[in-house]
């Protein structure tokens, strides 16, 4: 579609209006926080969306588990950049978005630590990586358990040898227990159960602390985000509503987003970490890179992260190998993968 601003709008509208059915989307952010997004896309244009929420991981694994038997139930995707790129390789997407081509950004998604503030008392809190490995630390930190492309980035920035050699110190001198899951390392922290969580989407302590929760957080440098996008599905049987839900997601939903206590991609809203630097998690280094980076954060790897992690492949390495062995996902997504 070569329309742009109102003329888009109103051709996306008018073939709406001829389609039938729901918007079906896949997404792997909570369905609490979408749904605003959701019902005022509804109460603008008068389509329903109905959504189906999972890991990332599952959802990359239904999308293109659908498309290879001739499924055409999913007509909009909302995950993480890296299953996003994983998915635009396997050419289950739209190609042609208006300028953003597969799949665009809607949210950033910043990596915090987040603290409970009955457990920790601000004047320990760290203002560097490196004052993690001060003893006041010992038994009070943990990590989401799939988190090698946050420390693969963190290394880049780092230098390898010098940021495989501070967290394995840390790590000696003071432990990190391992947490799957975001969100639940977030409730973990409000609890109590972990005083410190060092890998935490920005949003969820916020959410929390207006809840009540006795939880904060901080952000070290250099500061790590990994990039949300959304895209449509490029055989959907509703293109006009998908591609009309997209452009919303773009526009009208980011202020919706940021009143979540997401950070938005549009430089229109304002986001509350204003300047800060911040170093994004490449989709592309995410999956070409990701065998090296899981090996350096997973036990057992030669000089690489270190004890804490269980020796057991990652989620997301034992559903790519069940892929692979079923011939359902072409090695060119994931290079290097098959043996993890």
Same mark, same amino acid.
């Given at each position: ?104 950004t809607s949210t ?36 989401? =358990?799939? #988190? ?8 880049? %920035?780092? $230098?390898e040898a010098q +940021?495989?050699?501070? @967290? ?33 989407y920005n949003y ?81 280094? =995410?999956? #070409? ?8 954060? %997973?036990? $057992?790897?030669?000089? +690489?992260?270190?004890? @804490? ?32």
């Open positions: 579609m070569g329309l742009a601003g109102e003329a888009r709008t109103k051709a996306l509208v008018e073939g709406a209006k001829k389609e039938s059915g729901p918007v079906m989307v896949y997404h792997s952010t909570q369905t609490e926080d979408l749904q605003p997004v959701f019902d005022a896309f509804a109460k603008k244009y008068g389509i329903k969306v109905v959504d189906w929420r999972s890991s990332s991981e599952n959802v990359v694994q239904r999308v293109i588990g659908e498309s290879r038997a001739g499924k055409r139930d999913v007509d909009f995707i909302e995950n993480n950049s890296p299953e996003m790129e994983a998915l635009r390789r396997e050419k289950v997407l739209m190609r042609t978005l208006g300028a953003h081509h597969e799949y665009a950033m998604d910043i990596f915090v630590q987040a603290y409970n503030t009955e457990k920790v008392k601000p004047e320990e809190l760290p203002k560097t990586f490196q004052d993690l490995a001060n003893p006041r630390f010992h038994d009070r930190l943990a990590i989401e =358990a799939e #988190d090698f492309a946050w420390f693969g980035t963190l290394l880049n %920035d780092m $230098g +940021g495989v050699k501070l @967290f394995s110190e840390v790590v000696a001198k003071n432990g990190i227990s391992l947490r799957k899951g975001h969100t639940l390392l977030a409730n973990l922290v409000a609890s109590g159960e972990v005083p410190i969580g060092l890998t935490i969820k302590p916020t959410q929390l602390k207006k809840k009540g929760a006795m939880i904060d957080s901080i952000v070290l440098q250099p500061a790590i985000a990994q990039l949300h996008a959304v895209a449509v599905v490029a055989r959907t049987t509703r293109p006009f509503s998908a591609v009309l839900l997209y452009d919303f997601f773009l526009s009208e939903g980011q202020p919706i987003l940021a009143a979540k206590e997401f950070v938005p991609s549009s430089s229109k809203v304002p986001s509350p970490y204003g300047d800060m630097p911040i170093r994004f998690i490449d989709p592309n280094q =995410a999956l #070409d890179r990701q065998d090296a980076w899981q090996k350096q954060f %997973d036990l $057992g790897s030669a000089g +690489g992260f270190p004890s @804490f992690i269980a020796s057991a492949p990652s989620a997301r390495a034992r559903w790519l190998t069940r892929f692979f062995a079923s011939g359902g996902i072409s090695a060119a997504v994931f290079p290097n993968t098959v043996t993890k």
